[in-house]
Structure formats: structure tokens, C-alpha cells
């Protein structure tokens, strides 16, 4: 299946928009949290973690990813990040981590766990919890930049797996204890805003509408 432009919740979208209507000299959101809820292989639910994204003021994107590992357990270890943008040019990625082996960004890339899915974007955060995987890393922080400004906005493209799971960002996870697999490809089916509630989902809602998309993988 492919990375689909999602039209965010209607009643959602009414809301926010009646929220902004009211409150149109209130500044605007610029971050959003998406929840690692779902898993790819049986769609099991649960709270597996966090994607932090915020909007800095240059227009960059600066991401920060938390496993919890209450249901994942203290051997989880992230291996690769997968999201959708909109077609940019000079995408780069920085981070101040200090890791021994760099993130790596990646266009279109192999899915690990994938399902069936595609996505635009992955970060490889370093494969296995040797020295050469970085360790157990259960936290990860790092800043996109492109020709063009960035807005949280952006990321709201879905990707979807054979079986329809439906989300907007998702990390691939070794060393788990969810299943008997090791390892899974856990991602967000929600993303709410981490400051103005309903208001920028109304927004991202009509942004969205306009601007469809579709991926093959």
C-alpha cells in the first residue's frame, strides 16, 4: 500500500475551526505529539512510545522519539524511523546525540517489519545494541532542515500496511518483548497537538483536503 494524504477527523476539523474563529489573535501551534499506538503484524494497541515533533523558528523540524518500555520491555531498542513530507529538496538531518555511529537519513527505504508499507523518509538509528547499533537506545533526537521551511503540518501523510493499519509516522523496534517476533514496526493512528487542542488538527484537516497525494510502493 502506499503513503496517502489523510483528511483529518471531521469533527475534529469542525471544532478547531470554531475554536480558531474565535481565538484568531491566539498564536499558532507549532508541535506536534504523535503516540506509537498500534503495531504493524497483528495490530496490537498499546502505549509503545512518542514522536515529540516541534517547529522551530527557522522552519526546521526537531524530532524527539521515546520508547516506553512498560509493554516493549528494558531491552527495546530503536532501529529505524519512517515518515511521509511532501516533495522538498535538500532535506538534511542533523542531531547532537552523541552516538557512535551517525544517523543516517534515507530516501524511500526498505521497511524493516514494514507489512506491506511504504514510507517517503527513514532514519537509520543504528542496527542492533552493539556498539555499531548505538547501544540500547530508547531516546533519539534530531533536526530536519530543506530548502524550504518546514511546517509539523507536513508530516500529517498516512502510509498504510496490507492489512490497513493507517499511520502517520512509525519506528522499528529490536529487541522487544511485545511479541515472540524480537522485533516490531510499531506507529501513530493519532497525532494530537502537544499545545492549542483542536484548533491546528482543524487547520492540517482543510490543509490536507487540498493537497492529496498518493504513493505506490
Same mark, same amino acid.
Given at each position: 500500500?502506499?503513503?496517502?494524504?489523510?483528511?483529518?477527523?471531521?469533527?475534529?476539523?469542525?471544532?478547531?475551526?470554531?475554536?480558531? %474563529?474565535?481565538?484568531?489573535?491566539?498564536?499558532?501551534?507549532?508541535?506536534?505529539?504523535?503516540?506509537?499506538?498500534?503495531?504493524?503484524?497483528? %495490530?496490537?494497541?498499546?502505549?509503545?512510545?512518542?514522536?515529540? &515533533?516541534?517547529?522551530?523558528? *527557522? +522552519?526546521?523540524?526537531?524530532?524527539?522519539?521515546?520508547?516506553?518500555?512498560?509493554?516493549?520491555?528494558?531491552?527495546?531498542?530503536?532501529?529505524?524511523?519512517?515518515?511521509?513530507?511532501?516533495?522538498?529538496?535538500?532535506?538534511?538531518?542533523?542531531?547532537?546525540? *552523541?552516538?557512535?555511529?551517525?544517523?543516517?537519513?534515507?530516501?524511500?527505504?526498505?521497511?524493516? +517489519?514494514? @507489512?506491506?508499507?511504504?514510507? &517517503?523518509?527513514? &532514519?537509520?538509528? +543504528?542496527?542492533?545494541?552493539?556498539?555499531?547499533?548505538?547501544?540500547?537506545?530508547?531516546? %533519539?533526537?534530531?533536526?530536519?532542515?530543506?530548502?524550504?521551511?518546514?511546517?509539523?503540518?507536513?508530516?500529517?501523510?498516512?502510509?498504510?500496511?496490507?492489512?490497513? *493499519?493507517?499511520?502517520?509516522?512509525?519506528?522499528?523496534?529490536?529487541?522487544?518483548?511485545?511479541?515472540?517476533? +524480537?522485533?516490531?514496526?510499531?506507529?501513530?493512528?493519532?497525532?494530537?497537538?502537544?499545545?492549542?487542542?483542536?484548533? *491546528?488538527?482543524?487547520?492540517?484537516?482543510? @490543509?490536507?483536503?487540498?493537497?492529496?497525494?498518493?504513493?505506490?510502493?
Amino acid at each position: 500500500m502506499g503513503a496517502t494524504r489523510f483528511p483529518l477527523f471531521s469533527r475534529a476539523s469542525i471544532l478547531g475551526f470554531a475554536w480558531l %474563529a474565535g481565538m484568531s489573535a491566539a498564536p499558532a501551534a507549532r508541535a506536534l505529539t504523535f503516540d506509537l499506538n498500534v503495531e504493524f503484524d497483528d %495490530a496490537l494497541t498499546g502505549n509503545f512510545g512518542t514522536v515529540e &515533533v516541534t517547529e522551530v523558528a *527557522v +522552519g526546521d523540524l526537531f524530532f524527539q522519539i521515546t520508547l516506553d518500555t512498560s509493554e516493549l520491555g528494558t531491552g527495546a531498542d530503536l532501529h529505524e524511523f519512517y515518515f511521509n513530507l511532501p516533495d522538498v529538496s535538500g532535506l538534511t538531518l542533523t542531531s547532537t546525540d *552523541v552516538v557512535a555511529t551517525p544517523y543516517d537519513l534515507d530516501f524511500e527505504p526498505s521497511v524493516s +517489519g514494514n @507489512a506491506g508499507s511504504s514510507f &517517503v523518509w527513514g &532514519v537509520n538509528l +543504528g542496527s542492533g545494541a552493539g556498539t555499531s547499533g548505538n547501544g540500547v537506545l530508547q531516546t %533519539a533526537t534530531f533536526t530536519l532542515s530543506a530548502d524550504t521551511d518546514l511546517s509539523e503540518n507536513d508530516l500529517l501523510i498516512s502510509s498504510s500496511t496490507n492489512d490497513g *493499519v493507517t499511520v502517520f509516522v512509525a519506528a522499528h523496534i529490536q529487541g522487544t518483548e511485545l511479541t515472540n517476533q +524480537g522485533s516490531e514496526t510499531v506507529g501513530s493512528a493519532v497525532p494530537e497537538p502537544t499545545t492549542l487542542g483542536l484548533g *491546528v488538527l482543524g487547520l492540517a484537516g482543510g @490543509a490536507l483536503s487540498r493537497r492529496r497525494r498518493n504513493r505506490i510502493p
